[in-house]
């Protein structure tokens, strides 16, 4: 595909077409793929970690395709009756507002993973910046010279990736970004109602308005992906943001599963047995204005403290976590010695506090 044929494919309503400048090339962006993966240690999944240690980099399929930024400057009528209650005839009003605002097909699906790319700040702030303007007349309008986005940049090849292309070929399109006249249409009409001028209108009950001039710009962003495992990697070739996704390391989800069918059991139990030999040690046999005379007044009370602060502490330790199974994996240690000991000890707690609660029967 040549530019010409891209700037057809976006449609005749487009004035303004330009290309930004990549700063990653190809091997930047395996090894930003490769780094991000490996900086996550031993919880990813074999298949992405034998991509990162064993796949020729000089090999892989590295996929660039364009995905489209819009920057809409739009001419707006607004058109109202001003009337009074002592007026029969009302006052005619109308001004025009400019406005432009800049914007992509991901901005209405926060879910889609090209939208973590951060697409929007590859325009300069003061291009992408939303603007209002009022004109009493479209003569005035006309009179201003509005100047869009700088778009004088000469089409090279090299300022995409170091992937060898023809003098006028280009990257292909990411087709389902590509946004229609009605589409556009639609964002004009949204971001019309956000303007300042249009809300002033809220309180007339007469109220019209119009789009009497559009002029659309959009900014080709190079983004780059690779397939490794079931999940496709992106890069933002323009700023180097990235979406990364992999799988998990199954042995890691496995030993996490059985911590928690180790633990979770006796930590249920130690809170239940807690719970009921304090009610039934000093609820029970004594009033509850009286409760605080109760407590600390013999031996089996400090005993019962005790267990219960024992308790909570085995509990804490025996909570199994991913991080830090992963940590124990990554030093080579024991990763379910920790919560495996502390269940131990935790039973040891319940089986006190059980006899305490058999005690107070």
């Avoid at 400057?73 to 025009?96: C, G, I, V």
Wanted: charged share 25%; glycine share 2%; proline share 2%.
């Amino acid at each position: 595909m040549n530019l010409e044929q891209t700037k057809i494919r976006l449609g005749e309503f487009v004035n303004n077409l330009s290309i930004a400048q990549s700063y990653e090339s190809r091997s930047d962006v395996i090894n930003k793929m490769c780094d991000y993966i490996s900086s996550r240690g031993l919880d990813v999944d074999d298949q992405y970690l034998d991509f990162v240690k064993k796949v020729d980099r000089s090999t892989v399929d590295v996929q660039i395709r364009y995905v489209p930024i819009y920057r809409v400057t739009s001419l707006a009528r607004l058109y109202w009756k001003d009337q009074k209650k002592e007026d029969n005839d009302p006052m005619e009003h109308q001004e025009f507002v400019r406005f432009t605002f800049v914007f992509d097909a991901t901005s209405q699906n926060k879910r889609n993973r090209i939208s973590n790319l951060n697409l929007l700040k590859v325009i300069d702030k003061k291009a992408a910046k939303s603007n209002e303007e009022t004109y009493t007349n479209i003569e005035s309008y006309e009179n201003n010279d509005v100047k869009l986005l700088k778009t004088e940049q000469i089409f090279t090849p090299s300022v995409v990736l170091d992937v060898p292309l023809l003098d006028d070929e280009v990257y292909p399109l990411e087709t389902s970004y590509i946004l229609s006249k009605s589409d556009i249409d639609k964002q004009v009409d949204v971001a019309l109602k956000q303007t300042k001028s249009y809300k002033r209108l809220k309180k007339e009950k007469e109220k019209w308005s119009s789009i009497e001039k559009m002029e659309v710009e959009v900014v080709l962003v190079p983004i780059a992906r690779i397939k490794i495992g079931l999940h496709e990697q992106y890069v933002n070739c323009a700023n180097g943001e990235m979406d990364i996704q992999y799988e998990k390391n199954k042995e890691i989800s496995h030993n996490l599963l059985v911590a928690r069918w180790m633990t979770y059991p006796t930590i249920i139990i130690f809170t239940l047995l807690s719970v009921l030999s304090f009610i039934f040690k000093w609820h029970l046999e004594a009033r509850f204005e009286n409760l605080p005379a109760h407590i600390l007044g013999n031996i089996t009370d400090f005993i019962w403290i005790i267990l219960v602060v024992l308790g909570i502490i085995f509990s804490l330790c025996a909570l199994p976590s991913r991080k830090g199974i992963v940590k124990r994996a990554t030093n080579n240690k024991d990763k379910l010695r920790i919560c495996r000991i502390c269940a131990r000890l935790l039973i040891d707690v319940c089986v006190a506090l059980l006899v305490m609660f058999l005690m107070c029967l």
